[in-house]
């Protein structure tokens, strides 16, 4: 594909919903797995 510097930026939301326990009230608390791409240079972005 033919992509230039800095113009694209592809996001997306990964996998099913996850979940972490909060150990100190017991809480479930749903999390999500945000994924951006900067397809000219590869790098990737992920945050939880």
């Given at each position: 594909?033919?992509?230039?510097?800095?113009?694209?930026?592809?996001?997306?939301w990964?996998g099913?919903?996850?979940?972490i326990?909060?150990?100190?009230?017991g809480?479930?608390?749903?999390?999500?797995?945000?994924?951006a791409?900067?397809?000219?240079?590869?790098?990737?972005?992920?945050?939880?």
């Amino acid at each position: 594909m033919d992509r230039k510097i800095g113009i694209i930026t592809e996001i997306d939301w990964n996998g099913p919903t996850m979940k972490i326990l909060n150990e100190e009230t017991g809480e479930i608390i749903p999390v999500y797995l945000f994924v951006a791409t900067l397809p000219y240079s590869h790098y990737l972005y992920v945050e939880y």
